[in-house]
């Protein structure tokens, strides 16, 4: 047996055929040598799930039956990769490919610090292979929003150096088997956006530091989202769920009234980004209310490990 830590590589799939077989492809390339593959596959309906069970009959799936918010999904594979004595977990979006050497720039790093919980690749953007998407993120003390670093800049001193960071996104992200037995999974409460910037708070929270690790490396096919109304409703939602869930007091109530003033300031004075919210502002406000009205439970909220369904 291998004395490498088992690394399990957990790739969601919702009728991405083509995305998938490449991201799969590039893992199964991978130098690292203990590392196993699980496809989540979200209740895809074109057949890709079988077809993808012929191309690569060595890697299991797991079948949600349906088409589950994207949170269930992961914490799906999540579970399986636990089940299955994972020492890490690495969670990738399938319109990512790797480098080779990621997977164990990654584990080394891990090795060398137990207390680094989450750690994240340097990302280039997947149609310009030169240029960083993603090399760390700042958290803005005020409002949980992030400040990335890198962004479309050609590799260089400022973003080639290993350092703690406060994001890493669930597009590429590797969490030691540790952290999410003490704080759990993702938060299924998050359907989609700041799912990521959650367990990142939560991990911190928890005393474990997130790293930036530029020797690993992968590319992202970034998409460009236009708008809709589910965008618009699941963006004001997940906004302010986080600052339900990771403001107390008069911080809360402050954040509560800055979601609302921000956007009617952004219909006012809107930026590129705000333009997607602002073409389904009526969504937006219905999602800012859902999560206004979002009860705050007993626990936190969060699945452990070993919950299922």
């Known amino acids: 047996m291998s004395e490498a830590p088992l690394v399990y590589a957990i790739v969601t799939n919702w009728n991405g055929l083509e995305d998938t077989t490449e991201c799969v492809e590039s893992i199964l390339?991978?130098?690292?040598?203990?590392?196993?593959?699980?496809?989540?596959?979200?209740?895809?309906?074109?057949?890709?799930?079988?077809?993808?069970?012929?191309?690569?009959?060595?890697?299991?799936?797991?079948?949600?039956?349906?088409?589950?918010?994207?949170?269930?999904?992961?914490?799906?594979?999540?579970?399986?990769?636990?089940?299955?004595?994972?020492?890490?977990?690495?969670?990738?979006?399938?319109?990512?490919?790797?480098?080779?050497?990621?997977?164990?720039?990654?584990?080394?790093?891990?090795?060398?610090?137990?207390?680094?919980g989450v750690l994240t690749p340097k990302i280039y953007y997947y149609d310009r292979p030169d240029l960083i998407w993603f090399a760390g993120a700042r958290c803005h003390a005020w409002d949980f929003g992030a400040y990335d670093r890198g962004e479309g800049e050609k590799d260089?001193?400022?973003?080639?150096?290993?350092?703690?960071?406060?994001?890493?996104?669930?597009?590429?992200?590797?969490?030691?088997?540790?952290?999410?037995?003490?704080?759990?999974?993702?938060?299924?409460?998050?359907?989609?956006?700041?799912?990521?910037?959650d367990i990142c708070l939560r991990a911190r929270k928890a005393g474990y530091?997130?790293?930036?690790?530029?020797?690993?490396?992968?590319?992202?096919?970034?998409?460009?989202?236009t708008g809709s109304d589910r965008f618009a409703r699941t963006w004001g939602r997940s906004k302010m769920l986080?600052?339900?869930?990771?403001?107390?007091?008069?911080?809360?109530?402050?954040?509560?009234?800055?979601?609302?003033?921000?956007?009617?300031?952004?219909?006012i004075l809107p930026s590129p980004f705000s333009q997607k919210i602002n073409n389904h502002y009526g969504a937006y406000l219905s999602g800012l209310w859902e999560g206004l009205g979002w009860q705050e439970p007993r626990t936190s909220g969060t699945e452990s490990p070993t919950e299922r369904g």
């Open 29 to 116: 390339a991978s130098s690292y040598e203990n590392l196993a593959v699980v496809i989540v596959d979200n209740g895809s309906t074109d057949g890709c799930a079988e077809i993808l069970a012929e191309r690569f009959p060595q890697v299991p799936q797991v079948r949600t039956g349906e088409n589950a918010e994207v949170t269930a999904a992961y914490n799906s594979g999540l579970r399986h990769a636990l089940s299955h004595d994972a020492d890490y977990l690495l969670m990738l979006n399938n319109d990512t490919t790797l480098h080779p050497e990621m997977v164990s720039h990654l584990v080394d790093t891990a090795q060398q610090n137990r207390q680094i």
């Open 156 to 197: 260089g001193p400022d973003n080639s150096m290993a350092k703690e960071t406060e994001y890493a996104w669930a597009c590429g992200m590797l969490f030691s088997r540790a952290l999410l037995e003490k704080i759990g999974l993702f938060d299924t409460r998050f359907w989609l956006y700041y799912d990521d910037v």
């Open 242 to 267: 986080l600052y339900r869930k990771h403001a107390t007091g008069l911080h809360r109530a402050a954040l509560v009234g800055y979601a609302f003033g921000h956007s009617l300031y952004r219909q």
């Open 209 to 225: 530091l997130i790293w930036y690790v530029p020797e690993a490396k992968m590319w992202h096919k970034v998409g460009e989202s």
